[in-house]
């Protein structure tokens, strides 16, 4: 149980280009998603937090314009890079959590973002 | 705010050996919960073991388990009969179940071990 995925795995495109990733929870409702960027050998960023049928909470230094974040349903967050350059490129790693109290987060499997 | 440090960058461990990872954190919490992740080569993040701050009784999952030490503020990881599997990148996490609070269901990481299993 508690499965996150998160599509597309791999993406390499032209600067100036959007691309939306999506995260999934495939077999429970997520109360609550997270966006996180993660550098080679580094720890996890968060980026923001977000929560269905509501503004996403973006943390310190995070630019809202640049990474839009949609929560539409209970099972679905997509995060949409708008514009990337080069220096947007990361690995992207999204979490869902169910319910309240200690529910752990569960994680999606991450996307590379290549930006040329 | 909540602060994770690990304070191994790497560790190394011969298969069938055990190996303790080190975690520490600051919290003015005390209700909270703690987590160690496993990321291996391929990335995924993966939950490996996970403790309530109000449960004396430390936790274990098979050869997994925890040394929680709430006065200290100390969180440490064993790894029994180590595997070759169990290369990967490590991360201790604090969660505050604090509801008030804008931080309630936020993982904060520590920087993170990175742990190499030698056959």
């Known amino acids: 149980g508690a499965v996150v995925s998160q599509h597309p795995s791999r993406v390499i495109c032209k600067s100036g280009t959007s691309v939306k990733i999506e995260c999934r929870s495939l077999?429970?409702?997520?109360?609550?998603m997270f966006w996180y960027r993660q550098f080679p050998k580094q720890s996890l960023m968060l980026m923001a937090t977000?929560?269905?049928?509501?503004?996403?909470?973006?943390e310190q230094g995070v630019e809202k314009d640049k990474f839009l974040i949609n929560h539409a349903s209970l099972t679905l967050s997509t995060l949409t890079v708008t514009s990337a350059h080069p220096e947007d490129s990361s690995f992207y790693i999204c979490?869902?959590?169910?319910?309240?109290?200690?529910?752990?987060?569960?994680f999606g499997d991450g996307t590379r973002l290549s930006i040329l | 705010a909540q602060t994770v440090t690990q304070s191994q960058p790497e560790m190394s461990v011969q298969e069938a050996e055990t190996v303790t990872l080190s975690c520490t954190y600051d919290?003015?919490?005390?209700?909270?919960?703690l987590f160690w992740y496993k990321q291996p080569p391929s990335r995924q993040m993966i939950l490996v073991i996970r403790?309530?701050?109000?449960?004396?009784q430390n936790a274990t999952e098979n050869r997994f388990s925890v040394n929680f030490q709430k006065a200290a503020k100390s969180f440490s990881l064993k790894i029994s009969d180590s595997q070759l599997g169990d290369t990967a990148m490590y991360f201790c996490?604090?969660?505050?179940?604090?509801?008030?609070?804008?931080?309630?269901?936020?993982?904060?990481f520590g920087q993170g071990t990175i742990l190499t299993v030698h056959p």
């Open positions: 979490s869902a959590r169910e319910g309240q109290g200690g529910q752990p987060q569960h």
């Open positions: 077999d429970f409702q997520a109360t609550t």
């Open positions: 977000s929560n269905e049928g509501s503004k996403a909470t973006y």
């Open positions: 919290t003015s919490e005390n209700n909270y919960y």
């Open positions: 403790q309530e701050a109000y449960k004396q």
């Open positions: 996490a604090f969660m505050t179940l604090n509801a008030g609070g804008t931080s309630y269901g936020k993982l904060t």
